[in-house]
């Protein structure tokens, strides 16, 4: 259907507009009928924390992700795993033997030396797409604005593609209030110091997507999208849903508007 008024997406590959999925152990059938389904709308698919290393039939569904033109990695919480046990080759080896052309570096479940952090940032840009996340995942550790930015910048000076903010896959910590509402004020200063297509931002809930796109608009990058959320989420960035009804459409479509 030819509808006017609908924003403009860029196809894959794009550098706007990224939807990040979480695959949290989907099964092999699981993730071929999602990418059916909504594959031309996952530039990422994140095999979340640490279940690519007790799911079976992993390397088959790395496979598929990547026919279908998506960019596998494995969670950041694996490397930290990894880090702080000092098994970094077994990390390299693991990746590679998965085949995975992009990695996640985190340091949300643990304490890392920053520098530290950015030299395998460094190291693996080299080879890889990186992402790297900033924020913790407990509440209130990371509450720093000033060092969130400084984090920011270091990793994409040591060679990060993105820099994802942390939220968790329940949306209440990091770049949000535990109650899952937006850190206005942390999430401004980030954008009056980083470049918003460098940035991908966690949203796992509707409210928060909604408040991104009303925020930065239709083609704001958004991670830890549940794979049963990618369609509704399309429908938020084009206008389609109730939510964001009016947000594309011309002024004079407001006597429209249910007051």
């Known amino acids: 259907m030819n509808l006017p008024h609908l924003p403009t997406r860029e196809t894959k590959p794009r550098n706007k507009g990224i939807n990040m999925m979480m695959d949290k152990g989907l099964s092999l059938v699981e993730a071929e009928n999602i990418i059916q389904v909504a594959g031309h709308l996952i530039d990422f698919a994140k095999l979340g924390f640490g279940t690519s290393l007790v799911s079976n039939n992993?390397?088959?569904?790395?496979?598929?992700?990547?026919?279908?033109?998506?960019?596998?990695y494995v969670g950041g919480t694996l490397l930290e795993a990894c880090f702080v046990r000092n098994s970094?080759?077994?990390?390299?080896?693991?990746?590679d033997e998965l085949q995975l052309d992009t990695v996640e570096v985190s340091d949300g479940s643990m304490l890392m030396d920053h520098n530290a952090k950015c030299d395998l940032i460094a190291k693996f840009s080299k080879s890889y797409t990186v992402l790297s996340e900033v924020?913790?995942?407990?509440?209130?550790?990371?509450?720093d604005h000033n060092l969130w930015i400084?984090?920011?910048?270091?990793?994409?000076?040591?060679?990060s593609n993105y820099v994802i903010a942390e939220a968790r896959e329940s949306g209440n910590?990091?770049?949000?209030k535990n109650t899952?509402?937006?850190?206005?004020?942390?999430?401004?200063?980030?954008?009056?110091q980083a470049p918003p297509e460098k940035l991908?931002?966690?949203?796992?809930?509707?409210?928060?997507?909604?408040?991104?796109?009303?925020l930065l608009g239709h083609e704001v990058n958004l991670g830890n999208i549940a794979p049963a959320d990618l369609i509704p989420l399309e429908t938020l960035r084009l206008g389609l849903r109730g939510d964001t009804f009016f947000d594309f459409l011309p002024p004079d479509f407001e006597k429209f508007r249910i007051k």
Request: charged content about 30%; cysteine-free; hydrophobic content about 45%.
């Open 180 to 192: 899952g509402s937006a850190d206005n004020e942390l999430i401004n200063k980030i954008l009056e």
């Open 200 to 214: 991908l931002w966690e949203a796992p809930l509707k409210p928060q997507q909604v408040w991104f796109i009303k």
């Open 58 to 72: 992993v390397k088959e569904k790395v496979q598929l992700y990547k026919k279908a033109g998506i960019k596998v």
């Open 173 to 176: 910590v990091g770049i949000y």
């Open 150 to 159: 400084h984090h920011i910048k270091a990793e994409l000076d040591a060679g």
């Open 88 to 95: 970094m080759d077994a990390y390299e080896k693991f990746i």
């Open 135 to 143: 924020g913790a995942k407990e509440s209130g550790i990371f509450s």
